[in-house]
Nanobody
Framework: QVQLVESGGGLVQAGGSLRLSCALS????????MGWFRQTPGKERESVAATSWSGGTTYSLDSVKGRFTVSRDNAKNTVYLQMNSLKPEDTAIYYC?????????????WGQGTQVTVSS
């Protein structure tokens, strides 16, 4: 059974940086596509970035391109989201999720989320 635990959220001033971590346990990270999502109250969850089992990366939001970087360390079974030049509109609960990388499908496992608050 895969378990995901996010960490690294917090309160930061606009223009600051945070690095979120998502530790996967129960399986090898190298088998999984990993995604970062975020959600604010009253809004649907949105995809932020993803890294595939083969190492590719994608960014779903134009607003984070150039500011956020997704990466993975398979040896540590951990995925990261480096967030720079943070803006108040980045305030949200950030979630990581995983799905088996060699098959199509939806994200299967989700973490509990970590709160990111950016003050103006």
């Amino acid at each position: 059974q895969v378990q995901l635990v996010e960490s690294g959220g917090g309160l930061v001033q606009a223009g600051g940086s945070l690095r979120l971590s998502c530790a996967l346990s129960g399986r090898s990270l190298s088998l999984y596509d990993m995604g970062w999502f975020r959600q604010t109250p009253g809004k649907e969850r949105e995809s932020v970035a993803a890294t595939s089992w083969s190492g590719g990366t994608t960014y779903s939001l134009d607003s984070v391109k150039g500011r956020f970087t997704v990466s993975r360390d398979n040896a540590k079974n951990t995925v990261y989201l480096q967030m720079n030049s943070l803006k108040p509109e980045d305030t949200a609960i950030y979630y990581c999720a995983s799905k088996y990388g060699r098959l199509p499908g939806e994200y299967t496992y989700w973490g509990q989320g970590t709160q990111v608050t950016v003050s103006s």
